[in-house]
C-alpha cells in the first residue's frame, strides 16, 4: 500500500507547516490564549483563506472535495503547535454531522459558512454522569407545530462559549442510555433561551457549560428518533482526527526533549550521553511511530460504512493514544527534570493537551474494555 502523500496533498502539508513556524511559536501561543476569544481571529481567517475550512466539503458547497487524509495532514501539524483554534470543534465535528447527517438543502444552507470560516460550531453532547457513554442524554426535545423545541444541560462544550451554532443532542423519547429515541439538532447559539458559561481548560483551550430552556431548533439532521448512529459516525471520525493530532503531539514532544538532553549538562557533559537517557528517548520515538501506524490506519477506517470494523479502529486508536501519549509524556518530564513541571518551558502543554485528549470521547482504558468486548482489533471470524 502506498502511503506517500499526492502532490496537493504535500502542499497544503507544506503551506500549513510554513503558516505555522512563521506565526504559531510557543510565546505567539500564549498571546493568543490571553485574547478574548482564547485563540487567534487573524490564524482562523488565515486558515480560511488556506482553504483549510472548505477541505472535506463536496465542491458543490463550497468546499475542495478532500477526505480524511487530509484532515490527519491538518491535524498532525496543528498538533505540533499546539493550535487553539477551533478547527477540531468546527470542520471536524460541526462539518462532520452536516456531512454526513445534513439533507441537501441544509448542506447548500449550512456548509459554505464553514468553508468560508464565517461561522465557528460546537457539538454540546456531554452531560453530567454520562461517564464516556455516548447514549446517556437527558436533554429532551419536544414537539412545537413544524419544529422542535430544546431544554437540558449540556458539559465541556469544546469551544461553546464562541461557537456560532451548535450541534445538540437530545431526547425525543426513551430513556437516558438507550440508543434509540436520540435526535441532533442544530441550534442558533445566540437563540432566546440558550444560556453559556465559559471557562479555559487544562489544556489552554476553552470550553462552556450550556444550559437549554425551551429553545427553538433551526434544523433536524436525519430521524429525530434514530440519531445516535450518526453520532457514533461522527466520533469515531473525529477519533481518528485525534490520532492523528496525536502525532504531532507527541512527535514534537520528542523533538524538544532530544534537543534538551543534547543541550543540558550535568557532571561535565550533556545528560544526552548517558545510556540510560538515550533508552528512554528511544521508547518516546516508538511509542510515536506506533501512535502515527495507528492514526494512519483510524484514518483509513474513518469513512468506512462498516460500523463495527470502524469501531474497532478508533477504539485501538485511543488505546494507543493513552498508552503511548502517557508513556512519552512521562518520559519527556522526567527527561526535563523539574523545568519540566513549570508553565513556562512547553513540554508540560504538550503532556497536559495529550492528558486531555485521552479523556475526550474515552479515555485509553475505556475504549480497551470496549475493544476487548468486540474480540480485538481485527474480527477473527473475517
Same mark, same amino acid.
Request: proline fraction near 2%; charged fraction near 25%.
Given at each position: ?12 502539508? /507544506? ?73 477540531? %470543534? ?22 459554505? &459558512?464553514? %468553508? ?16 464516556? /457513554? ?23 462544550? @469544546? ?30 447559539? &445566540?437563540?432566546? &433561551? ?48 485525534? %490520532?492523528?493530532?496525536?502525532? &504531532? ?37 516508538? %511509542? ?14 474513518? /469513512? ?55 479523556? @475526550? ?9 470496549? @475493544? ?11
Amino acid at each position: 500500500m502506498d502511503f506517500d502523500l499526492t502532490e496537493e496533498q504535500s502542499l497544503i502539508k /507544506d503551506q500549513l507547516d510554513r503558516l505555522l513556524k512563521d506565526r504559531y511559536g510557543f510565546e505567539d501561543r500564549k498571546k493568543y490564549m490571553a485574547a478574548a476569544e482564547g485563540f487567534s481571529p487573524d490564524m482562523w481567517s488565515a486558515y480560511a483563506e488556506m482553504g483549510l475550512m472548505a477541505l472535506p466539503f463536496a465542491e458543490g458547497h463550497g468546499g475542495i472535495g478532500g477526505g480524511p487524509v487530509e484532515t490527519m495532514i491538518v491535524m498532525e501539524s496543528f498538533g505540533r503547535v499546539l493550535a487553539l483554534e477551533p478547527y477540531f %470543534a468546527t470542520v471536524v465535528l460541526g462539518g462532520g454531522f452536516l456531512r454526513s447527517g445534513a439533507s441537501d438543502e441544509q448542506k447548500a444552507e449550512l456548509i459554505p &459558512g464553514i %468553508a468560508d470560516g464565517s461561522t465557528k460550531y460546537a457539538f454540546a453532547q456531554v452531560e453530567r454522569g454520562a461517564r464516556y /457513554d455516548l447514549a446517556h442524554i437527558s436533554t429532551t426535545a419536544a414537539k412545537d407545530g413544524s419544529g422542535w423545541k430544546l431544554s437540558g444541560a449540556k458539559s465541556l462544550v @469544546l469551544h461553546g462559549d464562541s461557537a456560532d451554532r451548535l450541534i445538540v443532542t437530545a431526547r425525543t423519547g426513551g430513556e437516558a442510555g438507550e440508543e434509540a429515541g436520540v435526535g441532533v439538532f442544530v441550534v442558533d447559539a &445566540g437563540a432566546t &433561551g440558550v444560556s453559556r458559561r465559559g471557562y479555559p481548560t487544562q489544556d489552554g483551550l476553552r470550553a462552556a457549560e450550556i444550559s437549554f430552556d425551551n429553545v427553538r431548533a433551526d434544523h433536524v439532521l436525519g430521524d429525530p428518533g434514530n440519531g445516535m448512529p450518526l453520532v457514533r459516525t461522527v466520533v469515531d471520525q473525529a477519533i481518528a482526527a485525534l %490520532a492523528a493530532e496525536a502525532v &504531532g503531539v507527541m512527535s514534537a514532544m520528542h523533538e524538544l526533549t532530544v534537543d534538551y538532553i543534547k543541550v543540558r549538562k550535568q557532571f561535565g557533559v550533556a545528560i544526552g550521553q548517558f545510556q540510560v537517557l538515550q533508552h528512554k528517548a528511544v521508547d518516546m520515538y516508538i %511509542a510515536t511511530e506506533q501512535m502515527r501506524s495507528i492514526a494512519m490506519f483510524a484514518t483509513m477506517m474513518a /469513512d468506512s460504512d462498516d460500523a463495527d470494523e470502524r469501531a474497532r479502529a478508533m477504539h485501538a486508536a485511543k488505546v494507543e493514544l493513552g498508552r503511548g501519549g502517557r508513556l512519552a509524556g512521562e518520559n519527556a518530564i522526567q527527561l526535563h527534570g523539574g523545568v519540566g513541571m513549570t508553565t513556562e518551558y512547553a513540554v508540560t502543554h504538550y503532556f497536559k493537551r495529550l492528558t486531555m485528549m485521552n479523556t @475526550l470521547f474515552g479515555d485509553g482504558d475505556f475504549h480497551l474494555r470496549k @475493544l476487548a468486548a468486540l474480540g480485538g482489533l481485527f474480527d477473527k471470524a473475517a
